[in-house]
């Protein structure tokens, strides 16, 4: 028998020819076949089947991927640039670690306007703090000019020794020097203790109205028990009417009020906004609608004067609100009274964001109501839940739980000191507190506390 040779081409695996060995048999040709070589590969098409399933199912979810991206991109888009905005006014550093010509440019400007006030104060006093600044601003001056050559002091660290002189400067000028006489408690230094609520009220329009102030007149001179209490009743954040009741008896009996209103709506640029205002002598004073400004309105003439409050991005509408477990709503500029006098608390972007007090002072004869002094404290504004004046003395509040609030924090404008270790205790009703106030002629704090009025004994 003589073997046979045959070329079969199959389509094998591999897409290869095969060549099978036969033998001539009876006129036959007898071989062997592996019929497997034939078959369809099935195993493998089901692997490259499921490859292209998953990769399928990838790409769509890619796809899908892509498209909530390009959605969301705008959003994005838009925060990137509100949060460069906001973080500009912040870049001091070069990319090297150094600052900028142009922040040097803008602290030479900020320290010849403070060696102008110096020049000022110490042409009027002469006196041995005056004589201080004046050799400490020099040195100021110096380092400025090291760093303008080398840049080997630290920017903080001058920065800081400005807000310090600065301070120093406001508190040279016209501090009242009778409200802390000896005979008067404003001497005895800062508070000691706050009783219990001594008053508890729920406001005459109701719990829902969760913003607003309330109190007694302020004003040391005036005669009568005016108590007021002004609302915030729309959004809980703008308002256009205060309430005053003419005694302490009418106002707990909720009776005999009159209601003054000092805007023709809610948004009107006379209205108020944020929960914080002060009804001093006849005219209640607050933060003018959407704007860096204190109005005052004159409950006789029904006339709204203002002035804008000083400082580089001074916060309003929701920029810098005070803080706790939850924001108050607009409570950005905080108007307060005192023995001394007006204040305004705020926060701004020159002070980063860290709370500012400006002294107010109404001018009868010329119908003007003008800012005289600024302090910059290193109290940021959100890390405090509300912030009063006493005998020149700015205390701030922190939230402690649903039914206790503590005062933190005291800064003293007389010598621009601060205190960072205080630990006096207020008992509420509700958690938020709208705002807070003092007032001089009975010694009480006043809180809006969620729609309940609560008073409080003030003790040195």
Same mark, same amino acid.
């Given at each position: 028998? =003589?073997?046979?040779?045959?070329?079969?081409?199959? /389509?094998?695996?591999?897409?290869?020819?095969?060549?099978?060995?036969?033998? $001539?048999?009876?006129?036959?040709?007898?071989?062997?076949?592996?019929?497997?070589?034939?078959?369809?590969?099935?195993?493998?098409?089901?692997?490259?089947?499921?490859?292209?399933?998953?990769?399928?199912? *990838?790409?769509?979810?890619?796809?899908?991927?892509?498209?909530?991206?390009?959605?969301?991109?705008?959003?994005?888009?838009?925060?990137?640039?509100?949060?460069?905005?906001?973080?500009?006014?912040?870049?001091?550093?070069?990319?090297?670690?150094?600052?900028?010509?142009?922040?040097? @440019?803008?602290?030479?400007?900020?320290?010849?306007?403070?060696?102008?006030?110096?020049?000022?104060?110490?042409?009027? +006093?002469?006196?041995?703090?005056?004589?201080?600044? /004046?050799?400490?601003? =020099?040195?100021?001056?110096?380092?400025?000019?090291?760093?303008?050559?080398?840049?080997?002091?630290?920017? $903080?660290?001058?920065?800081? $020794?400005? @807000?310090?002189?600065?301070?120093?400067?406001e508190s040279c000028k016209s501090i009242p020097k009778d409200f802390r006489d000896p005979d008067r408690y404003c001497l005895k230094g800062l508070i000691t203790n706050i009783?219990?609520?001594?008053?508890?009220?729920?406001?005459? &329009?109701?719990?829902? &109205?969760?913003?607003?102030?309330?109190?007694?007149?302020?004003?040391?001179?005036?005669?009568?028990?005016?108590?007021?209490?002004?609302?915030?009743?729309?959004?809980?954040?703008?308002?256009?009417?205060?309430?005053?009741?003419?005694? %302490?008896?009418?106002?707990?009996? *909720?009776?005999?009020? @009159?209601?003054? #209103?000092?805007?023709?709506?809610?948004?009107?640029?006379?209205?108020?906004?944020?929960?914080?205002?002060?009804?001093?002598?006849?005219?209640?004073?607050?933060?003018?609608?959407?704007?860096?400004?204190?109005? @005052?309105?004159?409950?006789? #003439?029904?006339?709204?004067?203002?002035?804008?409050?000083?400082?580089?991005?001074?916060?309003?509408?929701?920029?810098?609100?005070?803080?706790?477990?939850?924001?108050?709503?607009?409570?950005?500029?905080?108007?307060?009274?005192?023995?001394?006098?007006?204040?305004?608390?705020?926060?701004? =972007?020159?002070?980063?964001?860290?709370?500012?007090? /400006?002294?107010? +002072?109404?001018?009868?004869?010329?119908?003007?109501?003008?800012?005289?002094?600024?302090?910059? #404290?290193? +109290?940021?504004?959100?890390?405090?839940?509300?912030?009063?004046?006493?005998?020149?003395?700015?205390?701030?509040?922190?939230?402690?739980?649903?039914?206790?609030?503590?005062?933190?924090?005291?800064?003293?404008?007389?010598?621009?000191?601060?205190?960072?270790?205080?630990?006096?205790?207020?008992?509420?009703?509700?958690?938020?507190?709208?705002?807070?106030? &003092?007032?001089?002629?009975?010694?009480?704090?006043?809180? %809006?506390?969620?729609? %309940?009025?609560?008073? &409080?004994?003030?003790?040195?």
């Open positions: 028998m =003589v073997p046979l040779l045959l070329l079969l081409l199959t /389509s094998t695996g591999d897409g290869q020819a095969q060549r099978v060995i036969g033998l $001539k048999k009876d006129d036959s040709c007898v071989c062997e076949v592996n019929s497997t070589m034939w078959s369809f590969p099935a195993v493998k098409y089901e692997a490259v089947l499921q490859q292209v399933q998953t990769c399928e199912g *990838s790409l769509n979810n890619l796809l899908e991927q892509l498209k909530v991206s390009r959605q969301r991109l705008p959003q994005i888009q838009t925060q990137v640039t509100g949060l460069s905005a906001r973080l500009e006014p912040y870049q001091y550093l070069h990319h090297k670690g150094l600052y900028s010509a142009l922040s040097l @440019r803008l602290l030479g400007q900020e320290l010849s306007q403070l060696e102008m006030k110096i020049d000022a104060v110490h042409s009027q +006093l002469n006196n041995t703090q005056t004589q201080k600044l /004046s050799k400490e601003v =020099v040195k100021l001056r110096q380092h400025v000019n090291r760093i303008e050559t080398s840049d080997v002091i630290n920017m $903080k660290t001058v920065k800081e $020794k400005l @807000r310090y002189l600065k301070n120093n400067v009783s219990n609520p001594v008053t508890t009220k729920v406001s005459p &329009y109701g719990k829902s &109205y969760i913003s607003g102030s309330w109190g007694k007149d302020a004003q040391m001179e005036s005669e009568g028990q005016k108590h007021w209490v002004q609302p915030l009743v729309s959004s809980h954040i703008w308002g256009n009417t205060v309430r005053v009741y003419q005694t %302490y008896e009418d106002f707990m009996a *909720s009776r005999n009020h @009159r209601d003054f #209103t000092f805007a023709s709506s809610h948004s009107h640029p006379n209205a108020i906004e944020g929960p914080s205002a002060v009804l001093y002598g006849e005219a209640l004073y607050y933060n003018c609608y959407r704007s860096a400004d204190i109005c @005052r309105y004159d409950l006789k #003439t029904n006339e709204v004067k203002r002035v804008t409050l000083p400082g580089t991005g001074v916060g309003f509408n929701n920029k810098f609100p005070y803080c706790y477990y939850d924001c108050r709503l607009n409570s950005d500029v905080d108007v307060e009274a005192d023995e001394t006098g007006l204040w305004a608390l705020y926060a701004s =972007v020159g002070n980063h964001g860290n709370l500012v007090i /400006s002294r107010l +002072l109404w001018d009868s004869e010329a119908k003007t109501l003008n800012v005289t002094q600024t302090w910059e #404290t290193r +109290l940021f504004k959100k890390a405090a839940s509300n912030a009063f004046m006493v005998c020149g003395v700015m205390y701030a509040t922190r939230y402690v739980n649903e039914y206790r609030e503590e005062v933190f924090y005291a800064f003293d404008t007389a010598t621009g000191k601060e205190d960072n270790w205080l630990a006096l205790p207020m008992e509420k009703v509700a958690k938020g507190v709208a705002s807070l106030s &003092y007032n001089p002629t009975n010694r009480q704090l006043y809180m %809006y506390n969620d729609g %309940y009025l609560l008073a &409080y004994q003030v003790h040195f």
